[in-house]
């Protein structure tokens, strides 16, 4: 199981499942990808979000985009140690993660042109990664990495799968 509250925010690297995790989201996706391109380490809640438009991440309303990034996609990168978010100041400040470099900038991996398929924990809604088994999809590990749930849900059949 990922523990969210520490996983990798003493600097650490994010085990595995935390980098996976990470990597589900497109938008947290394009939010690293901002700091590679920009150079720069620090940001605003509106320069993510404006980027996030320009971007063919199929986010095309920045009010939207602000809301996301503030609820949910930034916090999660904060939980994980990739960035340092003040929801107050609004201010981003990338803190670098070694693994996380490795799996996304340096062998730039285009995760939505891969193959990978996402179930949704029951439990507690975590997206986990699955693979395609004939007509159905099943998750590539029994138990979700947050909270330990062995019941998925196929997000494009609607279609529950249990895990033994």
């Not at 490795?102 to 990664?129: D, K, P, Y």
């Not at 979700?144 to 529950?160: A, M, Q, Y």
Request: glycine share 4%.
């Amino acid at each position: 199981m990922v523990d969210e509250e520490s996983a990798g925010s003493s600097g650490e690297n994010p085990p595995t499942d935390a980098l996976y995790t990470i990597l589900a989201s497109e938008t947290r996706r394009q939010v690293l990808r901002y700091f590679q391109v920009s150079e720069d380490t620090n940001a605003t809640l509106t320069e993510l979000a404006d980027f996030l438009v320009t971007q063919d991440s199929g986010v095309d309303d920045l009010e939207k985009a602000k809301i996301t990034l503030h609820h949910l996609d930034l916090p999660k990168l904060a939980r994980y140690g990739a960035v340092d978010y003040d929801p107050r100041s609004n201010a981003v400040s990338y803190l670098g993660q070694p693994r996380l470099e490795e799996f996304l900038f340096n062998h730039q991996i285009e995760w939505s042109q891969r193959a990978m398929e996402l179930v949704t924990c029951l439990s507690c809604g975590e997206f986990v990664i699955a693979r395609k088994e004939e007509d159905s999809l099943a998750p590539l590990k029994d138990e979700c990495p947050n909270c330990d749930e062995k019941k998925f849900k196929d997000t494009s059949s609607g279609k529950v799968i249990q895990t033994d």
